[in-house]
C-alpha cells in the first residue's frame, strides 16, 4: 500500500492526501483524468481543473509504503500531520483520535453524513469499504448521489453534454503542430479525445501539415543502410 500527496506545483503546497496499490504516476493520471472529464466535482477535482486552466498539473509525491491491507488509519495519520503543519487539504476524512483501531471500517454516523455529501469512490476510500457499498447504503436511505450526477451504471449522454471534455487552451493551441498522441499523453487523456476535437475544428494533423508519418516513402532506402563508413 503507498500513501501519497497531491502537491500544487505553483507554491509547493500539499492539497490531498491518498492511498493505492497501483503506481504513483496511474494514480496521478488517474486523478488528472476523472476530474477533467466532470466525473467529479469534490474540491480536489476542481482544483485540478483549476490548475489544468493554466497549463499546470498537480505532481505526486510518496509519503509511506507499507504491507498494510486496510490504510485508513495511517491515511489519516498523515491528513492530520499535515493539517497541523499547516497545509490545506481537500480531504474529507474524520480526525485521527475519531478512528476506532479494531474497527476503522466500520460504518458510524459520521460516515453516514457523508452520503451524497461527498463521490462514493472517495467515502469509500475513508469507511474502508468498496463503492458498491457505499451507493448500497445510499441508496437504502433514498439519497441522490454527490452533485445529482447521473449512475455509474446509467448510460452517458452524448459527448458534448455534462462529460465532454473541455481541453486546455495551451493543448487546443498547439493541435495539429504535435502528433495527436504526444498532445494526449500531456493531459493524460486518450488520442482518440485529441483527434476528434482536432477535427472539429477543421485542423489537418501532424502528419498531413508536415509529411512527417513515420512511414518510408517507396525508394528510399532506411536510415540504418544509407550511413557511410568513417
Known amino acids: 500500500m503507498r500513501f501519497y500527496a497531491l502537491v500544487d506545483p505553483r507554491y509547493g503546497t500539499y492539497c490531498y492526501v491518498g492511498r493505492t496499490v497501483s503506481g504513483l504516476d496511474d494514480r496521478r493520471r488517474e486523478h488528472i483524468r476523472t476530474s477533467l472529464t466532470g466525473k467529479s466535482n469534490c474540491m480536489k477535482a476542481q482544483w485540478i481543473r483549476e490548475l489544468a486552466s493554466v497549463g499546470l498539473f498537480p505532481t505526486i509525491e510518496l509519503l509511506e509504503e507499507t504491507d498494510v491491507e486496510n490504510g485508513v488509519r495511517i491515511e489519516i495519520k498523515w491528513i492530520t500531520a499535515?493539517?497541523?503543519?499547516?497545509?490545506?487539504?481537500?480531504?474529507?476524512a474524520?480526525?485521527?483520535?475519531?478512528?476506532?483501531?479494531?474497527?476503522c471500517s466500520n460504518w458510524d454516523e459520521y460516515h453516514f453524513s457523508l452520503l451524497g455529501v461527498i463521490p462514493d469512490d472517495e467515502l469509500a476510500a475513508i469507511v474502508g469499504v468498496t463503492r458498491k457499498a457505499v451507493a448500497y447504503q445510499r441508496k437504502k436511505r433514498d439519497i441522490s448521489p454527490c452533485g445529482n450526477r447521473p449512475e455509474k451504471q446509467s448510460t452517458p449522454p452524448n459527448m458534448g453534454g455534462w462529460n465532454k471534455l473541455e481541453l486546455p487552451v495551451e493543448i487546443i493551441?498547439?493541435?495539429?503542430?504535435?502528433?495527436?498522441?504526444?498532445?494526449?499523453?500531456?493531459?493524460?487523456?486518450?488520442?482518440a479525445v485529441i483527434s476528434r476535437r482536432r477535427r472539429e475544428l477543421g485542423i489537418l494533423s501532424y502528419a498531413q501539415q508536415t509529411g512527417h508519418n513515420g512511414k518510408f516513402a517507396t525508394g528510399n532506402p532506411h536510415p540504418r543502410w544509407g550511413r557511410k563508413n568513417t
Open 94 to 103: 474524520k480526525p485521527l483520535d475519531c478512528v476506532n483501531k479494531s474497527h
Open 173 to 191: 493551441d498547439n493541435l495539429g503542430k504535435f502528433p495527436d498522441y504526444v498532445l494526449a499523453e500531456r493531459i493524460c487523456v486518450s488520442k
Open 82 to 92: 499535515l493539517r497541523e503543519g499547516g497545509h490545506n487539504l481537500l480531504n474529507v
